[in-house]
Nanobody, 121 residues
């Protein structure tokens, strides 16, 4: 099993910033990608940002230029720096990782607990 532990989140005023962190732990695994999804009330979960082993990144159009995903490979940790936050960014944010454990034939997705981000207007 690969465990993902999320920290960060909270309440911030519009225009403010927050940083989310997600640390992966477990025994003998390799990470293909890590990223963030979010789900607002009564909406589907959507991809926010992802970073892959090649350091390539993808962002949702709605967050481009405001959010930055980065990672620390030594710590198996991914970060999401969120700037210029808007009320529409309010959602539960979930960390995920596509990883393969030693001995597994295929990688799979793992999910961390959600963290609430609330942006007040």
């Amino acid at each position: 099993q690969v465990h993902l532990v999320v920290s960060g989140g909270g309440l911030v005023q519009a225009g403010g910033s927050l940083r989310l962190s997600c640390a992966a732990s477990g025994s003998s695994f390799s990470i293909n990608a890590m990223g963030w999804y979010r789900q607002a009330p009564e909406k589907q979960r959507e991809l926010v940002a992802v970073i892959r082993g090649s350091d390539s990144t993808n962002y949702a159009d709605s967050v481009k230029g405001r959010f930055t995903i980065s990672r620390d490979n030594a710590k198996n940790t991914v970060y999401l720096q969120m700037n210029s936050l808007k009320p529409e960014d309010t959602a539960v944010y979930y960390c995920y990782s596509n990883a393969r454990r030693l001995g597994d034939l295929y990688p799979r997705d793992y999910w961390g607990q959600g963290t609430q981000v609330t942006v007040s207007s």
